[in-house]
């Protein structure tokens, strides 16, 4: 009988295998042709619209028209001159084919190829690529980023005010924002602690002006070099052809939080951070749900992901990233500190673009804050423990 249940439970789990291989090469199938060969034939869709929110974006046949909105002509023609600016070196096969554009004020418009691609978090969100391949993908953005925007020729000495003007400034300008837009996020932000999914957390509002006060935080924050870089570099923003290496970047960010166009490598390592450990896309494709209870000691949240499938899927894919960040970086050894500090400054300063939807705008707050404290229980364990002390 024992030999019997063994047996059974042998076939149950080749059978399940077999289901799950044949799920998956219907996935890649289905997928290659509804990207690559279907989608061809539709000539006046935008299959892979970037998430920038000033542009107005039209197509004909094979090119796409962004055309700025008075408020977004300043950063669409920073667009523009961040992609002249590569247009005659090597990195320019993996950015967009430009054929027109004006700067001209009231007519700012940018006339590119249409690239008839799916972005990477649609491939890895519906399986589309065996994992091998999206290994082989992944290694090739790393070689764009090592051999294109991190190198000598891009790199600059960072300012003695850098880490003020792009995490601090950045969030305070931000958090004025919100309380514009949304004055119902005030009692948010005014309570010192939030109780998250069970759990104390000290709000942003206590920890950030703490830590700008903080000289040997803000020295440790600071980066050595800044380089030219893309800035906003989450999977929506990478478009994948048939080979690993049909790889192109879109919705450039246009000027980083200090101004210029140099970022420091953990702002784009951060952007891949968010998107594949703390789940941006599915946040942004609103597979999350928040409630927020009013107490008059504490705000208390409950947020969670709907999706644990998917969440499987990006935990798999940030694995392999991670790997890749400490063998193409491993000569930075604070790069992971400022990235997860990066990666919370990331969500928190991004709520007054996900207002539209409350609950995108609770959950990214929420997110940035479990993130923030984990940073400095992680690095700085004194500090975190003495604001506890002090408001718990």
């Known amino acids: 009988m024992a030999i019997g249940q063994i047996k059974e439970k042998e076939d149950t789990s080749i059978w399940i295998k077999a289901k799950k291989f044949g799920k998956s090469y219907t996935n890649i199938i289905g997928g290659f042709f509804g990207s690559y060969v279907y989608d061809r034939l539709i000539d006046d869709r935008i299959h892979n619209k970037p998430g920038s929110s000033f542009p107005e974006l039209r197509r004909v046949g094979k090119r796409i028209i962004k055309k700025a909105k008075p408020d977004g002509e300043k950063k669409l023609i920073d667009e523009i001159d961040w992609y002249n600016l590569f247009k005659n070196t090597k990195l320019s096969k993996n950015l967009p084919k430009v054929y027109d554009f004006s700067t001209h004020p009231s007519n700012v418009f940018l006339e590119m190829k249409y690239y008839n691609y799916p972005s990477l978090r649609k491939i890895i969100m519906n399986d589309m690529n065996a994992q091998f391949f999206l290994k082989k993908r992944w290694a090739y953005l790393f070689k764009i980023l090592k051999n294109s925007f991190y190198t000598p020729n891009n790199e600059i000495s960072t300012s003695s005010n850098y880490v003020k003007k792009a995490h601090f400034n950045k969030w305070e300008d931000r958090i004025n924002h919100i309380t514009e837009i949304s004055p119902w996020f005030k009692s948010i932000l005014k309570s010192p602690l939030l109780f998250i999914n069970g759990k104390y957390y000290i709000n942003s509002t206590v920890i950030m002006p703490h830590l ?27 478009l994948c052809g048939v080979f690993p290496k049909d790889i192109i970047m879109i919705d450039w960010r246009g000027k980083s939080p200090n101004g210029d166009i140099y970022f420091d490598i953990a702002y784009d390592i951060a952007k891949l951070y968010h998107d594949l450990r703390s789940y941006y896309s599915l946040i942004e494709e609103n597979y999350c749900n928040a409630f927020v209870y009013f107490d008059k000691n504490c705000i208390l949240v409950d947020y969670n992901i709907l999706r644990k499938d998917l969440m499987e899927k990006f935990n798999l894919q940030f694995k392999f990233v991670n790997h890749l960040i400490l063998e193409n970086f491993a000569e930075d050894s604070s790069l992971e500190y400022r990235s997860l500090f990066t990666e919370a400054i990331h969500f928190l300063t991004m709520v007054p673009f996900h207002l539209n939807s409350k609950v995108e705008g609770i959950c990214c707050y929420m997110v940035g804050v479990i993130r923030l404290n984990e940073w400095l229980e992680k690095y700085h364990y004194d500090v975190y423990q003495y604001l506890n002390i002090k408001y718990l």
């Open 212 to 238: 700008k006060n903080d000289a040997h935080i803000v020295n440790n924050l600071t980066p050595k070099k800044l380089y030219i870089s893309h800035g906003d570099l989450h999977t929506h923003n990478i």
